[in-house]
């Protein structure tokens, strides 16, 4: 996975993406006419004030929700030609995610949280690639434990091991570690950054935090619902002192 | 908090209605049982003020003999008491009255009315009386031995036309006559959709009971005296050697109402029963419903808490809540009442009892009981998740899945155990010889120790009963198996009404099957003849005795004996009884039907003697040789000599006598049965031909061989199970709701888990599976409780009976595996709406929740 070839190739792309709330003189353009690609084995952070349609925008680029214009391709597939259930494997088999909160079924272990998507597809995956998924959280001995015997942060880690398990073409992660403490959500961005570096992974990931965005390997800053402004590799200086001159 | 706590009922009109409803199943059946009863009183006792309208006085014989359950014979009297009346001063017109067993037959000489249930088929004396409530519309009157008059409904319906021949079966065996008028009943063409067959009265008597006697003589005053008057001097007036008595027309009108209206207040309580455990079962469903909603409003109640509300606040409130609940349940379901009740007037008419158009009676009692039983009922199944609500701690209100903790689990299975124990310890006593009413008691016990117990039990059995569907479905069966198991109290308290409803038809399937088989081991070995033919399965009527002759005299026929029963007053210990005795034909019966009689053949039998049961001899210290005085119907007195004890006494009762006894007397009687023994070598077909020749003759009777009617007599016991599988009906639908909303409730409360999946990669269609699957477990879970439970109910029924000559214990296999299939379908009927509802949560909205 770590060829060069691939490398360039997109795995997801936006163009011309509108999304509308309302119409008239009351409408909301939370999206207003965004393109964008995402490159394989990148780490993406995209950064914005609130309300500036980044949640938006990873929503309707997974598949969660759906553009008013405009087209999304995962994989090369457009998403707009699917219907409900090849959207849904689509998101079972190619499309990773990590929540703010919440991202584990309590009912489950949290091995079976891991191999969900797998297990809903009645599948067993790469066993090689799950054993590596499962050491790299570093659970150890807890994989059978329940979401509610786990800490935030192991449960943000496992939920990190649940989108990797697929090996999806893009990881989609909204705050990731909104709800964590710095020193937890330092080690879920290490293992997000070795899950690209290592496994060459995918991943966008939305955030308001500059030392988080500077893991990524680029920046897309949003206002209004457009692109404002990008970022190649980051540091936390540099973002901080974007962040200022774009006034936020 | 008042008005805070009408807006939270307000704001949430969903959970509302879906309480409600609960509450609306359970009061509906009670209202509807209310209007119906009330309705078929008002009817009948309308029809009953209509028939003697015109009745100023009603002359009978004073002699009765009651049999209980409603049957009583009373004597005839001379037909020349008409005339006697007539003449008396005062008295402007008299007719004599029959009312007795005829059964018209078709023009395809199938009989009409209907075999079994269904509407009375009568024959009945028309005069020209001006009382007479029978009015001929087309053609004459009867007046004729071979004329009659038929009533217009069916006449119409078997298109019999003035000028036909018809067919007539009753007590004076089957006969042509010339269809001369149709009649009408007052304003009804027929009351109640029974057929009537009518006669002038002589042919009436000779016919349809006995030569030269009638029922009684309905009369008309001139108007001189009060009807109290006159009826105190036409009793003074006749001989009193004819023991007669005088009714007026309002007592004559009183007393029939009365009857009847006693055997509609069995059927009413019947009823009634059946809607009490539909609401027993609905306090379960309202019980789990507060609870949920109690325990997924844990934060909002937690934040009242911490602003400063009280703890009575929090469960006012909630009570208030129940309150509306029960208000607009209960109003709601006194409506619901009303189809209900039209529905059952429905289910009347397709078994052809045709109920005089008037509208359904609406009265106060029904209003003032069903909503004070709605109310009550609500509020207390609300008290306790009230309380629970408000012990809610203001700082425990982050959770985020709604969890109503099981408590203690030693500690209720602790409870449950000191239930259990003590049920068995009354269950002990009752088997060591003490009462069986403490049955009753124990059951309780019993009943309440699983009920506390469901909630430690529910997690290990659902995760048991789960097992298959985590191996059929993968994740998504495991997941139900887990969402089964993840909230014991729900499931369990979801499960229970299921449990009860399965437990109650496994005990009533358990008894019907053992009497089932005690039927068939029975008839097996009491009856040893080839054929039978029975009379249908009424009550009154049957074949005339002269049939059985008949049929003795065919050539296959080695032998035939009719079978009768009577009714009579027996003198037993100084004191006179009313008993129903069999009529046997001593002669004939030898080799048919054994009574196992001790050492003793039953051509003994003489017209001057009796036969006695083991039992019935042992109870009154009877022997044989012993006199009893027996009164028979008509009122004639016997000393009959016992000849004869015998040991099989589950047909025949505890007295038999020879059919030689009625001769000479007035008693009209009938065989019920013929039971036929074929000569040997004899085809079972030619003698089939050569039976159906003489029944046909006579017109009704259906002949079966042994084996059909063996099957036939263990079958009758369906009948009565059909009926308490409908009345049961009801809960098993309130249970299947129950199910429902607390699926709803959980596919609410799991919003968010849901949205997870969907966006993780699980299809619509597997959502629908896992909430399915829940629902199957739950309900198996009810089903498997219930069976066991219901098996142990219908032991202890049977164990009760045992004096009745009950001695075994069947196990239902076939029906075990009905309910459970049953069980899973209802599982999956019920799962039905919640699945699609939870395909219907809306991703984004069910992740932006926090
Ligand atoms: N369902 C909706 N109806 C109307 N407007 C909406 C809806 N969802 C989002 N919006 C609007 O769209 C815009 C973009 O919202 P979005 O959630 O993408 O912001 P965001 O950048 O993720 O903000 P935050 O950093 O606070 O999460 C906002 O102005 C929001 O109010
Ligand atoms: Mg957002």
């Known amino acids: ?248 | 908090m008042f008005r805070i706590a009408l807006k939270g009922v307000l704001a949430r009109k969903a959970r509302l209605f879906l309480t409600s409803i609960a509450v609306v199943l359970g009061t509906a059946f009670l209202s509807g049982t209310y209007i119906f009863s009330d309705t078929l009183t008002t009817t009948f006792d309308q029809l009953f003020a209509d028939i003697y309208k015109n009745t100023d006085g009603y002359v009978r014989s004073s002699k009765v003999i009651d049999a209980g359950f409603g049957q009583e014979e009373r004597q005839l009297i001379p037909i020349s008491t008409i005339d006697l009346v007539r003449k008396i001063p005062g008295v402007s017109g008299a007719a004599g009255n029959i009312q007795a067993f005829a059964r018209i037959i078709g023009k395809d000489g199938k009989p009409l009315g209907k075999d079994g249930i269904g509407p009375p088929t009568f024959g009945s004396s028309i005069s020209n009386y001006k009382g007479e409530l029978w009015k001929i519309s087309k053609g004459v009157l009867p007046t004729k031995p071979d004329e009659l008059a038929m009533d217009d409904v069916n006449a119409k319906k078997a298109k019999f036309q003035v000028g036909d021949s018809v067919k007539v079966v009753a007590a004076g065996g089957s006969r042509m006559f010339k269809l001369v008028g149709i009649a009408r009943h007052g304003d009804v063409r027929s009351p109640g959709g029974a057929t009537f067959a009518l006669f002038d009265i002589n042919t009436a008597s000779e016919f349809l009971v006995k030569s030269g006697f009638i029922d009684s003589v309905l009369l008309q005053s001139d108007g001189t005296l009060s009807d109290e008057e006159l009826a105190v001097k036409i009793t003074a007036a006749l001989p009193t050697d004819l023991d007669i008595e005088t009714l007026t027309g309002a007592q004559i009108t009183q007393e029939t109402q009365d009857g009847v209206g006693q055997r509609l207040s069995f059927f009413a309580t019947l009823l009634s029963v059946f809607s009490f455990i539909a609401l027993g079962v609905g306090c379960f469903v309202i019980y789990n419903v507060f609870s949920i909603t109690a325990a997924q409003r844990q934060r909002e109640n937690a934040l009242f808490r911490a602003i400063g509300a009280s703890k009575r606040q929090i469960t006012q409130a909630m009570l208030i809540e129940a309150i509306a609940v029960g208000i607009i349940g209960s109003v709601t379901g006194l409506f619901a009442g009303v189809l209900l009740a039209q529905g059952l007037s429905g289910v009347l008419r397709v078994t052809g009892i045709d109920l005089p158009p008037g509208s359904l009676v609406f009265a106060q009692h029904t209003v003032v009981t069903v909503l004070i039983v709605g109310m009550v009922v609500t509020v207390i199944s609300a008290i306790m998740p009230a309380l629970r609500a408000g012990k809610v701690p203001p700082l425990a209100a982050m959770r985020s899945t709604a969890l109503d903790t099981a408590g203690s689990i030693r500690r209720r299975v602790m409870i449950a155990a000191a239930f259990a124990a003590s049920g068995f310890v009354v269950l002990l006593a009752v088997i060591r010889g003490a009462d069986n009413v403490l049955l009753g008691i124990a059951i309780l016990l019993v009943f309440i120790a699983v009920l506390i117990a469901g909630p430690a039990v529910a997690r290990p059995v659902s995760l048991f009963i789960g097992r298959p569907a985590a191996r059929l479905r993968g994740i998504t069966g495991a997941m139900a198996r887990q969402n089964a198991a993840r909230n014991p109290k729900r499931t369990s308290r979801t499960a229970a009404p299921v449990l009860i409803g399965v437990a109650l038809v496994m005990a009533v399937t358990v008894l019907a099957s053992t009497i089932r088989a005690e039927i068939t081991d029975i008839f097996s070995k009491q009856f040893t003849g080839d054929f039978t033919i029975n009379a249908d399965d009424r009550f009154f009527g049957g074949f005339n005795p002269s049939l059985a002759d008949d049929i003795n005299a065919l050539p296959g026929v080695q032998r035939a004996s009719g079978f009768g029963v009577s009714i009579a007053n027996v003198s037993l210990s100084g004191k006179s009884k009313s008993k129903f005795v069999t009529v046997i034909d001593p002669q004939t019966i030898d080799g048919i039907f054994d009574i196992g009689l001790i050492a003793i053949s039953p051509k003994a039998l003489t017209k001057e003697g009796i036969f006695i049961s083991q039992k019935a001899a042992d109870k009154n210290s009877l022997i044989l040789g012993s006199t009893i005085a027996v009164e028979l119907s008509d009122g004639s007195e016997h000393d009959l000599i016992v000849q004869g004890i015998y040991v099989r006494d589950q047909l025949v009762g505890g007295y038999t006598v020879s059919r030689q006894l009625f001769e000479g007397t007035v008693v009209s009687r009938f065989d019920a049965a013929i039971f036929v023994l074929k000569k040997d070598g004899v085809k079972d077909s030619d003698i089939r031909t050569s039976l159906t020749g003489v029944i046909n003759k006579y017109g009704t009777g259906k002949l079966l061989s042994k084996s059909e009617y063996i099957k036939k007599q263990a079958s009758q016991v369906n009948q009565l199970l059909g009926l308490i599988y409908g009345l049961l009906f009801l809960s098993v639908i309130i249970a299947i709701v129950g199910i429902i909303i607390t699926l709803l409730l959980s596919v609410h409360e799991r919003q968010r888990e849901i949205g997870l999946m969907r966006a993780v990669g699980m299809t619509k269609s597997q959502v629908r599976t896992t909430v399915r699957w829940e629902s199957v477990i739950t309900s198996l879970l009810g089903a498997v409780m219930g069976i066991l439970l219901g098996l142990g109910l219908g032991w202890v029924v049977i164990f009760s009976l045992r004096d009745q000559g009950i001695k075994r214990f069947t196990v239902p296999t076939t029906g075990t595996f009905v309910i459970l299939i049953l069980s899973f379908i209802i599982g999956v009927i019920a799962a039905a709406y919640p699945a699609h509802r939870a395909t219907k949560v809306d991703l984004l909205a069910a992740l932006a929740m926090t």
């Open chain 1, 1 to 248: 996975m770590n060829s060069p070839l691939v490398n360039t190739t997109v795995a997801a792309a936006t163009s011309h993406a509108v999304k509308q709330y309302g119409s008239g003189d009351g409408a909301i353009y939370a999206l207003n006419d965004i393109s964008v690609d995402f490159i394989s084995g990148q780490f993406t952070a995209i950064m914005g004030p609130s309300g500036s349609g980044k949640s938006t925008l990873m929503h309707c680029i997974a598949g969660l929700d759906q553009l008013t214009s405009g087209s999304t391709l995962i994989d090369g597939v457009d998403l707009s030609t699917l219907n409900d259930k090849e959207l849904t494997l689509m998101r079972r088999e190619r499309i990773g995610f990590i929540f703010q909160a919440f991202n584990l079924v309590p009912t489950l272990s949290a091995e079976e949280n891991i191999r969900l998507p797998l297990l809903l597809g009645n599948k067993s995956g790469d066993p090689e690639w799950i054993k590596k998924v499962i050491d790299t959280v570093g659970l150890g001995n807890r994989l059978a434990h329940r979401p509610s015997e786990l800490s935030g942060g192991q449960q943000q880690r496992v939920a990190v091991a649940r989108a990797l398990a697929t090996q999806p073409r893009i990881i989609f992660a909204d705050e990731p570690t909104g709800n964590v403490d710095s020193t937890t959500g330092t080690e879920i961005l290490t293992f997000m950054r070795r899950a690209v570096d290592e496994l060459g992974q995918t991943i966008v990931m939305v955030t308001h935090d500059p030392v988080s965005a500077a893991f990524a390997d680029r920046i897309i800053f949003l206002a209004d619902g457009k692109i404002v402004d990008e970022m190649l590799e980051p540091t936390a200086t540099k973002v901080l002192d974007r962040m200022k001159s774009l006034g936020s």
